[in-house]
């Protein structure tokens, strides 16, 4: 196995617990690895760090594995997928859909599964767990009975490591499912859904924020499919707004809405957001809750200040069509953009209006996305609830 080392002091941070060695921390490389090879980490002093995916192309040079890792990759795949399946599967006893899989998250850097009752859509962003995906895909099929598995991959973060923007039907079909995430049923065309069909990440978040609903006015905003409104529904809303600017999950969402037989008044529209609700400003419109769940506004750090500003503004004009003691549930998924920060430009979208808001409720990704304290990068989901007064 080769070896690489680092420049004095950079293990520092791999020491307490985070699992990227960057191209600049390295000194020197003993062999000749090649991209995806696993190889093995050193200080400076040539004492033993770990193991982990080498690749000479990216920023990040190395993905260290955990300390179980002793030579065979198979069994220590096999392993962790276990753990990560027995983790959904004791939070979420009752649901055969969620992630199962979150990437260093679960000690299995550069791979996100998610499982859609026995379909597993995957998505490989390092060259090492591409390199080793066969035994990924066997795993799947003989320890956790898959029946289908696919790859849906975002073509950005793929070029980041060098590897080729594809998807691949690995064995199976590709076909509809229809899941629940506990309460709510849901119908799941892959090949018309966005990421890999459905985002779990929220699941939580929208079961919590049906205790502000009840007997109210509701405005779910980019809804998707629908799950935010489809949970207000549930709750006993006196009405639901669905709108989004993609007429195919406008169709999604209403398809999920008769699915599920829900008796509450729905509206779907297509619009802009940001159009729809200065419209609503111009004609008095106004809402008792709106929920706001937008795409991620900060792609990378440069972008950072113009998110924040288009925090401010969309969180301006929902605040300034709720009702009084109404709720603005809203939400963030640029990983870049930090909680303060968030937090603070819905501060300044009230101080603006003048308007006092209390802040009732953060939260991040649901149970199926665990974080490691030591790697703010597995960490991006930034959930709110204020008050409106």
Avoid at 148 to 177: A, C, D, M, Q
């Amino acid at each position: 196995m080769s070896k690489i080392f680092l420049k004095k002091f950079e293990d520092n941070r791999l020491k307490n617990g985070h699992l990227w060695v960057f191209s600049n921390e390295v000194q020197t490389i003993d062999g000749s690895p090649e991209n995806g090879d696993i190889i093995e980490v050193c200080n400076s002093k040539g004492d033993h760090i770990g193991s982990g995916f080498y690749n000479k192309n990216s920023l990040i040079a190395v993905r260290l594995l955990s300390s179980s890792y002793h030579g065979n990759f198979r069994e220590y795949a096999k392993h962790h997928l276990q753990l990560a399946y027995n983790l959904r599967n004791s939070v979420y006893p009752s649901r055969m859909s969620f992630r199962f899989c979150f990437s260093e998250s679960d000690l299995m850097p550069g791979l996100i599964i998610d499982k859609y009752n026995s379909t597993f859509v995957l998505q490989v962003y390092s060259f090492g767990m591409q390199k080793n995906i066969n035994d990924v895909i066997s795993i799947l099929k003989e320890e956790f009975r898959a029946k289908n598995v696919f790859s849906r991959n975002e073509p950005y973060f793929r070029k980041l490591e060098g590897l080729p923007e594809e998807e691949t039907l690995y064995f199976g079909n590709i076909e509809e499912e229809i899941i629940d995430d506990g309460k709510i049923r849901y119908k799941i065309n892959f090949s018309q859904s966005q990421k890999t069909g459905f985002y779990f990440d929220q699941c939580d978040n929208r079961e919590f924020s049906e205790r502000f609903v009840k007997d109210r006015s509701v405005h779910d905003a980019f809804c998707n499919s629908g799950g935010f409104g489809l949970h207000a529904c549930f709750a006993g809303a006196s009405s639901v707004d669905f709108l989004d600017s993609s007429e195919m999950e406008i169709s999604n969402a209403e398809s999920n809405y008769n699915l599920n037989n829900i008796s509450a008044q729905a509206s779907f529209i297509k619009d802009d957001v940001f159009d729809y609700l200065e419209k609503c400003y111009s004609t008095g419109k106004k809402y008792d809750v709106i929920i706001l769940d937008p795409p991620a506004f900060a792609k990378n750090k440069k972008s950072v200040p113009a998110a924040l500003k288009g925090y401010e503004k969309l969180n301006k004009l929902a605040l300034q069509i709720i009702n009084k003691d109404g709720y603005l549930i809203t939400s963030s998924c640029s990983h870049h953009v930090s909680i303060d920060d968030f937090i603070n430009s819905i501060n300044k979208a009230a101080s603006k209006l003048q308007i006092n808001i209390q802040m009732l409720y953060t939260n991040g990704a649901s149970l199926d996305h665990p974080q490691l304290p030591a790697m703010p990068e597995t960490g991006y989901l930034k959930f709110a609830v204020f008050n409106v007064m």
